[in-house]
């Protein structure tokens, strides 16, 4: 197995917020290894994107961390900004899902890929930078690079700027690229453009890739380990096989009973039920016990560890009885 | 009750060549005026009870064609017939009292509710216009709620104090009080979680049943709309490509672009998401203010040939038993593991 890359532990990050804190993450220990593609799945809030933007050192200033990260063992949570600047963009790239937000609008986008170079490697001759450039774009597909180096971000397609974001991401040869909903804004057949451009980039380099979405199909394409977030935790993990196929806890698995699919037709959809518990006023117990079908009595007062049951790690007390006895149930209902 | 045969003979909604264009300042270095073709000679028919879904790249013209079926818009030209009537042919005072036969629902429950009105002054307002008298909407109102699983006492909340899915069934509701025969719905579960999406789309079926609704379902996921729809028809800058039964545009679809985008579509299941073929487009779609000639697909199309510039495809049954406009047509099933040899165009 590849050496661990990036490691995360016990890592939490809290809001500030009138009234109290709000706890995005809380405890969430995360592997990513060299070469390898990771999933972090989960629903809006979960805490994925405040999972990422800590160790990045990116969070807003309301927000308070605490853990640990380290990346190629040097410790990023608390690490000088010099040092966290450095990596980012060098070491460690990055794609987020509005490359409009991310994006100079006054400086074309040649420019702005350039500056990512220079920055990093400030002794490259302007020369070397351009043609690196050039090929940069070329690498994500971009048609027509020597020409389109020189067009704004408004006058790209949506598809076109997050081909862009990528190059950014990758200009310096990154060991690891963290891409937040990368292809969330864009069409299907534009998504598969640009899982494509990630792929083809991983492979050539090695580098690993941390990819964060809501969407399941995504990951089934393109990870190979996936974490499941919910209200700030990750609640199971797994190799995407066992994930899909032998998941445990009762709330990976009411995700996929939800979704609804493009091979078949004619199946009932069955809904979770309920809504996230808010993260500034968290039940003692469980976080999804008021929404979980198969919660018992222990679930109120004790707030489920990660730990293995089989080829997954799985938060939740009733696991692995919990998604048979979901099963028993269906059959039930049937 | 109505003649069964003539129900069925009859659509409730029926469109034809239905033309949008919008005037805009063209971005060419001479600053000239230009026209978008949103909509560019679209019809189809949908039946009392059956739901047809619209489905495309972002611009291809469905919230448009939503837009001008419920006369938010006005049609450049086309026919819109909703009961046997042309909607083009009713003067204002009628055309307001047919309208509260169509009804729209929005993708973004949050914008579409007034922030300042309570869910209960919401409700009513459409009841209100419609001159619908006040004990008699106060029940329906009521009985929608329920329906819908909300409590009376939501009704004197503001839209902010609900979740995103409670705010998009208070949509549905307001869709639901005039007592509309067909309701287009764009993009209402796009903004939702996969949880709470599940919901709505179950509560649509519910109600559709129930109250035999018709309707004209919009939404970027190729998922949710096999889930929910009997027809389907494919646009491409502004014109429909393919239509047909579900079964028919999913499984047996004859269009590349059709093609392309199902084969685009991830399957959440890792075995079955490995092994499919992948169609990776070449480019974006093209510009709606200056199309390409003949086929509008053609710029992206691995299949293309000289024939297909010089001659637009109309939409026709090439012996298939659904609707293609292409020059080429040829079935497959894309989702289905079958290997083709896809070419990107040079
Ligand atoms: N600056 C902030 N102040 C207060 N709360 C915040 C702040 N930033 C994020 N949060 C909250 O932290 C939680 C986690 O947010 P995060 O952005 O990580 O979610 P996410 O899983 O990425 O969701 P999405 O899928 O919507 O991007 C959310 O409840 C969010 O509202
Ligand atoms: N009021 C308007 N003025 C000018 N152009 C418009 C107007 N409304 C829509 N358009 C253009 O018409 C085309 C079709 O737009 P429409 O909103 O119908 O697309 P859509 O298929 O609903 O896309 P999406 O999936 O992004 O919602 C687009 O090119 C759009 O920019
Ligand atoms: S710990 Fe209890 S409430 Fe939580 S997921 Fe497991 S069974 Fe459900
Ligand atoms: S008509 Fe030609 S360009 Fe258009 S879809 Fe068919 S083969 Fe492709
Ligand atoms: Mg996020
Ligand atoms: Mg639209």
Partial sequence: MNEVLLQTRDLGVEFAVSGGAVHAVRGVDIDVRRGEVVGIVGESGSGKSATMLALLGLLAPNAKVHGSASFNGIEMIGAPHEQLRALRGGRIGMVFQDPMTSLNPVLTVGRQIAEAIEVHQPTLRPKRVMARVQELLEVVAIPNASERMRAYPHELSGGMRQRVMIAMAVANDPELIIADEPTTALDVTIQAQILTVL??????????????????????????????????????????EELFYRNQHPYTAGLLACLPRLDTRGRDLEPIGGAPPLLDHLPKGCAFVSRCKVAEPRCHDVDPQLRDVGTVSVACHVAPAATSAMKAMKAVDA | MTDLTQAAAQPLLKVRDLVKSFPVRSSGFRGGRGLVHAVAGVSFD???????????????????????????????????EFDGVDLGTLDAAALRSARSKFQMVFQDPQASLNPRMTVGEILAEPLKIHHIPGA?????????????????????????????????????????????????????????????????????????????????FIAHDLSVVRHLSEHVAVMYLGKIVESGTNDEVYEQSAHPYTQALLAAAPIPDPLIERSRDRIVLAGDPPSPIDPPSGCHFRTRCWKAQDRCAEEAPVLADPGIGHLVACHFPEVSNVIVQQPVDFRRPT
């Fill in chain 2, 46 to 80: 949908l039946h009392q009870g059956q739901t047809l879904s619209l489905v495309g790249e972002s611009g291809c013209g469905k919230s448009t064609t939503a837009r001008c079926v419920v006369r938010i818009l006005d049609p450049t030209s086309g026919q819109v």
């Fill in chain 2, 136 to 216: 008699e909407g106060r029940e329906r109102i009521r009985e929608l709620m329920s329906l819908v699983q909300l409590r009376s006492a939501d009704l004197d909340r503001y839209p902010h104090q609900f979740s995103g899915g409670q705010r998009q069934r208070i949509g549905i509701v307001r869709a639901l009080v005039l007592e509309p025969k067909l309701i287009a719905l764009d993009e209402p579960v796009s903004a939702l979680d996969v949880s709470i999406q599940a919901e709505i789309i179950r509560l649509l079926e519910r109600l559709r049943d129930q109250l035999g609704l018709s309707y004209l």
């Fill in chain 1, 199 to 240: 792929a083809d980039l991983r492979s050539r380099t090695n580098s690993a890739l941390v990819i964060i979405t809501h969407d399941l199909g995504v990951v089934a394409g393109v990870a190979d380990r996936v974490n499941v977030m919910y209200a700030g935790r990750v609640v199971e993990r797994g190799p995407v």
